[in-house]
């Protein structure tokens, strides 16, 4: 009895202890100058989006791992413009230092024009300024990944367990019936990011598309286009949660996280080039970071296990060339010392070109402008009106594919990654801005065969990125950007369209002669901002591209990207589901390598037995 005794003393000293200790939590730092000297971490993750904000969550759930985010931007926080989903579509719109501002070079396929290329430069990356689409999208472009890489570990049936991983489907908190807009069995409950369908009723663009379905035999209703299935009109999915915006930030980098002292997230910090260790050149482990306003190197950080790059489509690829990483004779002729002569870097980058499918507005088209301090008020309030919605007055999209026998395939074969795979997204929208306007309709080449590139345009890694999409370089993509408008054109014909619709203000196929369509359509499109490529995988051993499947950088140690730049092959939607669900599967890549072992409960993957080995990276 006194040993036992003696143990419940023991224990209620220790509880007493804990009681009175301070709780351990992440450290945030908003300056690298609050960084020790001699701080060094087990894993840096460059890049806090969709792509690094998964990582770095992931990693640092296990206590023995400590973890650095970098994060170029500042914090997301207290950010109205930002948390408000319906502020993304007002006039101003989410400021402009929260994006890189970036800017095309001169695309000599868009009559010489530059035309802006939006990135996230917060905390959250993309997933804090973007138009919040969720959509996973078409089976078949997980299946072409496979197939290009080599790894069935991409398949479509392979990373169901990561999608609901990610997702945890809530419903809208207006109370909107949104009964048949979805298949519940399709979405995850339990996942980081919050999804919902739309909160505001009645859009007028909605109840005409369902008329639109219901008249034309051509275009039919999809009942969740989440389903690996997304041809056809459906209700689009979106990440908002009660009335704000859920991203990587809400869903990985939550409260929850950063009660975990071994993660530290650094924001305002400009990574300028990742470096080889001192003894072992193709043994990355440093990253060295810089001043943007000064254009001065301040200091580099050590990794004793893995960087991760996550800086995006552009941001990856123009760190790996300041690093000497890339084709070795554009290297050379700026004066940078060759790392490692890796001739892709850069190559097979493939963004979305869109374009205003618009028309005129009748009087019974034209709806009232959003009161914006009422509207700002209401949300303030209750978290419900305009402002808690997308603001884009439609929550539908519509996705197609080029007829079977359309002429085009006589000339072409086809670029979409399979037959289940879209070439045409169309995505109806009412915006009214002072400089533009969207009615009712962007379209989009969802499968475009043009490919671009990233470069850099000197040896100073202040220097802007030289962004080249090469958008409408292909004559496939114009063909179908010519049936797309003419598949516009059929959606909107239906008798409701016809009462809200007046003349059309788009470059018609059918009217101008091909030339004079072709200049005018490529002096209207621009960016769909959905970039991948740049730092793209393939088969292990091959010596093209620039990963391996497990998104390690071909022929170093220590160095990883995961992000949208790693994308082999675009998807037909937007990008940010797929980037959710390639970083779930890297971080799960990464912690089985790394001898650090989570419970087998924490991996939700493929469900596979995990054997811990550790690589022997030097500490």
Not at 178 to 192: F, I, K, M, N, R
Not at 553 to 561: D, I, N, S, Y
Request: hydrophobic share 35%; glycine share 10%; with cysteine.
């Amino acid at each position: 009895m006194k040993t036992l005794s003696n143990t419940f003393l023991r224990i209620a000293a220790f509880a007493l202890l804990s009681a009175q200790l301070p709780i351990s939590k992440a450290v945030f730092l908003n300056d690298a100058s609050e960084l020790t000297s001699s701080a060094s971490f087990d894993f840096i993750v460059v890049g806090s989006g969709p792509g690094g904000a998964v990582v770095a969550s992931r990693l640092s759930q296990n206590p023995r791992n400590s973890v650095l985010l970098i994060e170029a931007g500042p914090s997301d926080e207290g950010v109205v413009e930002i948390r408000a989903p319906g502020l993304s579509f007002s006039v101003p719109g989410i400021p402009l230092r929260y994006e890189w501002n970036t800017t095309t070079v001169p695309v000599p396929s868009l009559n010489g024009r530059s035309v802006p290329f939006r990135r996230g430069h917060v905390l959250g990356g993309g997933s804090s300024i973007n138009g919040m689409l969720y959509t996973r999208g078409a089976s078949g472009v997980y299946d072409r990944w496979a197939r290009i890489t080599g790894d069935d570990g991409w398949r479509w049936d392979s990373i169901q367990g990561y999608l609901r991983k990610n997702e945890r489907w809530t419903f809208p908190n207006g109370g909107r019936n949104v009964t048949g807009e979805y298949d519940p069995l399709v979405h995850g409950l339990s996942g980081a990011v919050s999804v919902s369908l739309g909160n505001e009723a009645d859009y007028l663009l909605d109840n005409l598309g369902l008329e639109s379905v219901a008249l034309q035999a051509e275009f039919a209703f999809n009942p969740d286009m989440n389903s690996g299935n997304t041809i056809g009109l459906g209700f689009m999915p979106m990440t908002i949660e009660n009335g704000e915006r859920s991203s990587a930030v809400n869903g990985y980098l939550n409260a929850t996280v950063r009660e975990r002292p071994n993660l530290t997230i650094l924001v305002n910090t400009y990574v300028t080039r990742v470096l080889p260790d001192r003894r072992r050149s193709r043994s990355i482990d440093q990253v060295e970071i810089g001043s943007r306003e000064t254009r001065n190197i301040l200091r580099t950080i050590r990794a004793r296990n893995e960087i991760i790059l996550a800086a995006g489509a552009v941001g990856t690829p123009q760190i790996l060339l300041n690093s000497g990483i890339g084709d070795k004779r554009d290297l050379e002729s700026l004066g940078i010392p060759v790392v490692l002569d890796l001739p892709d870097v850069g190559k097979n980058f493939v963004d979305h070109a869109s374009t205003q499918l618009t028309y005129a507005r009748t009087t019974e088209g034209t709806t009232p402008p959003i009161d914006r301090e009422a509207a700002l008020q209401e949300w303030h309030t209750s978290k419900l009106g305009p402002f808690s919605d997308r603001g884009a007055k439609s929550h539908q999209l519509l996705f197609t594919r080029v007829a079977n026998d359309s002429p085009i395939w006589s000339e072409h074969s086809d670029p979409a990654a399979g037959p289940n795979v879209p070439h045409i997204e169309l995505l109806p929208a009412d915006i009214n801005f002072p400089v533009f306007s969207i009615f009712p309709a962007l379209i989009v080449v969802s499968q475009p065969r043009s490919t671009g590139t990233i470069g850099i345009r000197s040896s100073s890694p202040f220097d802007e990125p030289l962004v080249n999409p090469a958008y409408l370089s292909e004559k496939v993509d114009l063909d179908i950007y010519a049936e797309a408008i003419r598949m516009g054109k059929r959606y909107f014909s239906t008798p409701g369209f016809a009462a809200i619709l007046g003349e059309p203000q788009f470059p018609d196929p059918d009217i101008l002669p091909r030339e004079d369509w072709e200049t005018a359509l490529r002096s209207r499109v621009g960016s769909g901002i959905h970039g991948v490529g740049g730092a793209v995988m393939s088969p292990r051993g091959s010596n093209k591209g620039v990963l391996d499947p497990d998104l390690k950088v071909k022929g170093l140690k220590g160095l990883r990207v995961v992000d949208a730049s790693a994308i082999p092959h675009i998807p037909d939607g937007h990008t940010m589901v797929p980037v959710y669900v390639l970083s779930e599967r890297a971080s799960d890549l990464i912690a089985r390598e790394w001898s650090r072992c989570l419970p087998e409960s924490q991996f939700q993957g493929d469900g596979q037995r995990r054997r811990c080995n550790d690589p022997g990276r030097s500490q």
